[in-house]
Structures are given as structure tokens and as C-alpha cells.
């Protein structure tokens, strides 16, 4: 079973950054894809950034310029910085994983944008 561990939310002030983290564990295939998606209250669940093992990243537009999305095989992790965070940024993020026979998502990472 895949075992997804997020961590890095947290309360930040608007304008802030933060760094979220995604470690994926017990995997016996390969991973073709790591990524964020974020859902806010009353909303769907929305993309933020993928990322595919060796490729180019691929963002949502509205938050091209903003984060930036990486990926360290060795250790199958996914990052994603946030920087010049907005209210409307408020939102649980997701990590999302995808291997050669399933996908699977984390539990969750709430951001939270206030003054």
C-alpha cells in the first residue's frame, strides 16, 4: 500500500510563502507522476501543479509565476512552494501520486492566508 505524508501548512500572513512536502513510501512500481491539488470550502477539487518523472512541469494558469513545483526521485518526494500567497490561496492541498498501475492522494495540508 502507498503511504502518502504531507507536511509544511500552516497559518501564513498574504504575501507570505511557504514549502509543502509530499513523501511517498511502499510503492512497487514506478512513479510516473507526482503532483498538488487543492481544494477551498464549497469548492471542487482543482490542479495546482504535476509533475511527471523526467518531464516538465505542468501549472494551473492562474498560478503559473506563484509556486513552482519539484521532485526528488531519490527520495520520492514532491515540493511545491507557494510564494506571494493570496486570501483566495486558502485551501487544503493534496498530494497526489501516480504510478504505473494506480493513483493515490494524501491526506491533506491545510493553508491557511490571513492577516
Known amino acids: 500500500q502507498v503511504r502518502l505524508v504531507e507536511s509544511g501548512g500552516g497559518l501564513v500572513q498574504p504575501g507570505g510563502s511557504l514549502r509543502l512536502s509530499c513523501a511517498a513510501s511502499g510503492s512497487r512500481f514506478r512513479i510516473n507522476a507526482m503532483g498538488w491539488y487543492r481544494q477551498a470550502p464549497g469548492n471542487q477539487r482543482e490542479l495546482v501543479a504535476t509533475?511527471?518523472?523526467?518531464?516538465?512541469?505542468n501549472y494551473a494558469d492562474s498560478m503559473k509565476g506563484r509556486f513552482t513545483i519539484s521532485i526528488d526521485l531519490a527520495k520520492n518526494t514532491v515540493y511545491l512552494q507557494l510564494n506571494s500567497l493570496l486570501p483566495e490561496d486558502t485551501a487544503v492541498y493534496y498530494c497526489?501520486?501516480?504510478?504505473?498501475?494506480?493513483?493515490?492522494w494524501g491526506q491533506g495540508a491545510q493553508v491557511t492566508v490571513s492577516s
Open positions: 497526489y501520486v501516480a504510478t504505473s498501475i494506480s493513483s493515490y
Open positions: 509533475i511527471p518523472s523526467g518531464g516538465k512541469p
